[in-house]
């Protein structure tokens, strides 16, 4: 079990992945984002994850510069988006991203969401980018099952990571259990689902029994079950909150009660249904 917030999960590449970060969906480019990721690093979190279509890839830059915490510390990951998709596009979106984080090399670069008839061919730029070694890792973003099959039978290197929306609502064990087969880190996206799940009744129980908050269970929750995780906010207090969930444990029996909250139930696109 990771025991401090630098701890890491070690990718089928071999590289070192935090399991635990700050993502920064939906947190205004400038000053908020500038604050956000500086507040994160000064706190001791070092991996931060953005995509280019949260058009905050150049504040997340600023404030890394600014953090004077050198770049080889931190775990910067990135996505292509939806419309660059396909091999040349990728390739000049990826210098794109790069060029706004001001940096010289990514750590993790993802497929944001499995474009139909796209997908294989952006896989082929970010396996170039890889072997290029422009990239550290490379990875996917909402592939169900059948979208991993099917890179799979066309892909020459397997993806290290698979970033899905995944939360107690939204186990996924299908997915899940699929990746953990085949070596492929999972991450969670949304893992308090927006903030919905911190008033569920079962886990505000089993929050006052250790003493912690609701956000603290579910992230702890999603450490337990090995997968990495990287909550939002833009405010230092909570930042500090979340990741304060490596002085307890879960007990098998709450585990399973809060692995029993699943309803499928999404806060984003199911990603055999998507319209962007
Ligand atoms: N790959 C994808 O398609 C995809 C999709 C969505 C998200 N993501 C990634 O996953 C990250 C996390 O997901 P998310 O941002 O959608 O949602 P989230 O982390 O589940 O929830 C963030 C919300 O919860 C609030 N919050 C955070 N900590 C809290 C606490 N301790 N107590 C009370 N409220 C708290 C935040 O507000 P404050 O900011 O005010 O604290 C914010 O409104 C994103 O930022 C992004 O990096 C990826």
Known sequence: MPSSLRDTTTLHNGVKMPWFGLGVFKVKEGEEVVSSVKAAIKNGYISIDTAAVYKNEEGVGQAIKESGVAREELFITTKVWNADQGYDSTLQAFETSL???GLDYIDLYLIHWPVKGKY????????????DGRVRAIGVSNFHVHHLEDLLSHAEIKPMVNQIEYHPHLTQKEVHDFCKKEGIQLEA???LKQGVLLKDPTINEIAEKHNKSAAQIILRWDLQNEVVTIPKSTNENRIIENADIFDFELTPEEMQRI???NKNDRIGSDP?????
């Open 189 to 191: 996206w949304s893992p």
């Open 120 to 131: 294989n061919d952006t896989w082929k730029a970010l396996e170039k980018l890889y072997r």
């Open 259 to 261: 692995n029993d909250l």
């Open 99 to 101: 060029g706004k984080l």
């Open 272 to 276: 055999d249904n998507f319209n962007f």
